[in-house]
């Protein structure tokens, strides 16, 4: 299928995300402690989905689900599995569709060992890409300034060690692939792209270079309402959350260099920017750390769509769409007018940015399903499989195997301080979440015993 009239062309898309970065940690959602202008304006130009969330806060599992639009249970059920060889991804859908597509960074979908090495120096071969025409990556790297990317194959295969920071040195990689293509274009000889960036920041360690990090020291983090006052967590939190900012204030600025780097290609104007996270972080919010748990700073993640000005008749603002990690690659092929195909599972929201395109919003589900399939065991994890769900109406509901663990009423308990999954007051209300949160286990397949009531 050729593309390369204009006129016929459909537009590109890329994603941007980071890992472990918490929705409430920007500028454009209400966070004072961090200063995200480049992020701030994408969202001010495109739609913010500020109820957006990771359904398996957890890397690999999550990671999965983006590519594929399956649940987790169905595709990578927890840390450290590999991506099912057989199971196609969205890149697939856009290469049948004449799309050129290519990936830049942090992969962890192909099972590697960690108690076997190191992952830096893991070779992912390249018919376990996930379809991309252009791959360059690593499975996993939790040391900024000693990361090893590799790509190609046979005798043009490579690995190397990149000479900086990780998110720069990746937006650098990028960068010269948005600039390829807007030499293609304008010679008139170029395909539309789906490209992806998925960097490591803000992941622990919380380390950035010494120019986002000198305005962030311990003392002048303002912590969550939820964390308690225990001087051990209080001071933990704001020790990692001052590296936390840094790096997140550094994606922002590469943010702002790969939308430059689309003016300059005159792309700028045909290209959809998701930017979104693979699942939050904990930082404290409730004595807790890191991800795996339900509570809002783990599974609530900044999701947006925008670009300069990509077409007539977009929408722009806030949705309040319950967009999930399996909802992802869906809405995105949504925005290119591509069907979803029948192996997704997600729901296509594109129509909270482009009007009549995806689902209509009568149609689309009225929660979300929430899941830990098989839990890691690491240190500040929740060591017990769960399930939950979260409704339009604002209501969430996790239990673990044979009992009910938490109940929420987000509206007015944003911070879930009120537990309220034991109280008899509220047992009505916990049978009806129950019975949705069954309905969810039956729709898709999932095995789990639930409480009884």
């Given at each position: ?8 062309r ?24 961090v ?16 109820r957006?969330?990771?359904?398996f806060p ?34 697939n ?23 076997e ?49 990780e ?122 750390f ?75 589900p ?5 899941q830990s ?6 240190g ?7 399930r ?21 009423n ?16 509220y ?6 979440l129950l ?9 898709t ?9």
């Amino acid at each position: 299928m050729s593309m390369n009239s204009a006129a016929d062309r459909r537009p590109n898309v890329i994603w941007v995300f980071g890992d472990q970065h918490r929705a409430q940690a920007l500028g454009c959602n209400g966070d004072s402690n961090v200063h995200t202008p480049n992020i701030d304006n994408l969202a001010a130009g495109g739609v913010n989905f500020n109820r957006a969330l990771s359904g398996f806060p957890l890397c690999c599992p999550t990671r999965g689900s983006l590519l594929t639009g399956r649940y987790p249970h169905h595709c990578v059920p927890g840390h450290e599995r590999r991506l099912p060889e057989d199971q196609p991804t969205i890149a697939n859908v856009f290469n049948e569709e004449g799309y050129e597509t290519a990936y830049f960074g942090k992969w962890h979908l192909d099972g590697f060992q960690e108690s076997e090495g190191r992952g830096a120096y893991h070779i992912v071969p390249p018919e376990r890409r996930g379809g991309f025409r252009r791959w360059i990556g690593y499975e996993n790297n939790n040391s900024p300034w000693d990361c090893w990317v590799h790509g190609g194959e046979g005798e043009d295969a490579f690995h190397y060690r990149l000479p900086g920071f990780e998110t720069d040195e990746m937006t650098n990689l990028f960068i010269d692939y948005i600039r390829e293509r807007g030499e293609e274009q304008k010679a008139g000889d170029a395909n539309s792209f789906f490209a992806v960036l998925s960097v490591q920041a803000p992941h622990n360690p919380y380390m950035a270079p010494e120019a986002f990090r000198r305005e962030h020291t311990p003392g002048n983090v303002e912590l969550r309402p939820n964390v308690p006052p225990i001087a051990r967590v209080r001071d933990e939190a704001q020790v990692n959350l001052s590296g936390y900012y840094a790096m997140i204030e550094n994606l922002d600025w590469n943010l702002g260099r790969i939308r430059e780097s689309l003016r300059e290609a005159g792309l700028d104007l045909d290209t959809h920017i998701v930017f979104f996270s693979d699942h939050g972080d904990m930082h404290g919010s409730h004595g807790q750390f890191h991800k795996t748990s339900p509570w809002e700073e783990a599974i609530r993640v900044p999701f947006m769509i925008g670009g300069e000005r990509p077409f007539y008749g977009r929408i722009t603002g806030t949705s309040s769409a319950l967009l999930n990690h399996v909802d992802v690659a869906p809405t995105t092929l949504g925005l290119c007018g591509i069907e979803t195909p029948e192996w997704m599972e997600g729901t296509d929201y594109s129509s909270h940015r482009l009007p009549g395109r995806g689902r209509a919003e009568d149609d689309e589900p009225d929660s979300a399903y929430l899941q830990s399939v098989i839990p890691t065991g690491h240190g500040h994890s929740i060591d017990k499989p769960w399930r939950g769900i979260i409704t339009k109406d604002g209501w969430k509901f996790v239990c673990f195997e044979g009992v009910s663990w938490l109940m929420f009423n987000l509206n007015e308990d944003p911070y879930e301080l009120a537990n309220m999954a034991h109280n008899s007051v509220y047992a009505g209300k916990r049978a009806e979440l129950l019975g949705k949160l069954r309905e969810w286990i039956e729709r898709t397949g999932d095995s789990f015993e639930l409480p009884e009531n």
